[in-house]
């Protein structure tokens, strides 16, 4: 059977397959260490199209999975049908209802952009080209989680299109255990069309950057310990070793505050008293221009992550993180969590809440696999020397190849998300990046 030509018969948008022009630019990854062979690739012109595949996959027997842009590829696609919702990107705002309705293939930058005016935000994390829904379906970690909590957790509703190809509107009434299992337990029980969230009310926000030469790591580091043993639920500080290549190395702290700049220079003040920073960007900003504080790269890079979430950073954490220079990798983070993403939700996802009060997350380039090694090294040795300081879970957003879903989920969450793809994928026509182990 040609897949392909099948394809093309129902499908008013682009179908690719192997030999075809632009089939290896379309099975690309953000991430491109991850290699990804699949057997054709859908862009999809609009939810119909999505029906449509559906409908076809399920009667050939064939494995979809979705993939907005790839910034959590897996690479465990072999056979697949990959599909891409960059198509799907309509946006609506309701400010006065202070929700937003956004097509599966909207990315966060595109919602923040239309809330600034609004004085409203949503639950976005640090780049602007992560789409809201691959974010969301993962739990979303954002800047705002200490105040908000998981951004899984203000979805109102979901469109998608269920196993048997079928459209519907999932919501909390219409069928509780897959608007459980889609707010933070992936993508691997029904294909998202579109998605409706809350918007929070942001009359000022203020947040930046600043950075300071590696020799005062060591101060900063406890001024992080310090500022975030206290810190209100509406201040987010992340703390960064950063080794650019050719650059020296430097130790780098981000913030964010849902509140004004006095008082977040007050909170944030033991940063300067533990030395004066080379240069600091911290100001009053606009919603819009939230990706700016860390400007992570936007255009797709060959890299490799590692997470792990932290019981505490103490002494002994401290000292194997400023034992020697981190190269070769990129940065060493530690992000601050605690607040809402420690106490349960409401009628909340899957996700649950997340007690660890920090993580700690380290990347490196790996344009080859040399390089890839390298980097892989240095982490497993970091990880292994903080074993006792790690709880062994990660966030589902932050899996990196060679892991599994199991690591995000305690083992009743991960029986009661089994449950949902039984009863809803039985026939496994979809496959989440890291889907839920069988
Ligand atoms: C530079 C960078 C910064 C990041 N910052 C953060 C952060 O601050 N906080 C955070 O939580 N995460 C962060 N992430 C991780 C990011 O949220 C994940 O990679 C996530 O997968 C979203 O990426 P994406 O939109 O490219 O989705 P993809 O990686 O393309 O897709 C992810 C998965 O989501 C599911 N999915 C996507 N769309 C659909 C759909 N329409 N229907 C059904 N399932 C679907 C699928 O299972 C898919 O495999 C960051 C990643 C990078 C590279």
Known sequence: MDIANELRKIIDGTVLAPGDHGFDRARRPWNLTVDQPVRAVVEAAHAADVAALVRHARL????????????????TTDGLILLRTGRLDELTIDPQARTARAGAGVKWGQVLKETSPHGLLGLAGSSPVVSVTGYTLGGGLSWFGRKHGWAADHVRAFDVVDADGTPARVTADSDPDLFWALRGGGGDYALVTAIEFDLHP?????GGRMVWSADHAPALLDAYREVTATAPDELTVWYELLQIPGAPPTVVVDSTFLGDAATAEDLLRPFEKAAAPNSDTRAVLPIADLGTITAEPTDPAPGRS???????VDDRTAATLLERPIDPLLTVQLRHLGGALSRPADNGGATGPLTEPHALYMLGAAPDRDAETAVRERQDEIATALLSQTSGRKPYTFLAP????????????LERLRDVKRSHDPHGVFRANYPIPG
């Open 402 to 413: 060679g892991e599994t879903a199991a690591a995000a989920f305690t083992a009743g969450t």
């Open 306 to 312: 590692r997470a792990e979430l932290l019981t505490g």
């Open 60 to 75: 050939a027997g064939l494995t979809v999975t979705a993939q907005p842009s790839g910034h959590g590829a897996s690479g």
């Open 202 to 206: 942001a009359p000022v926000l203020y």
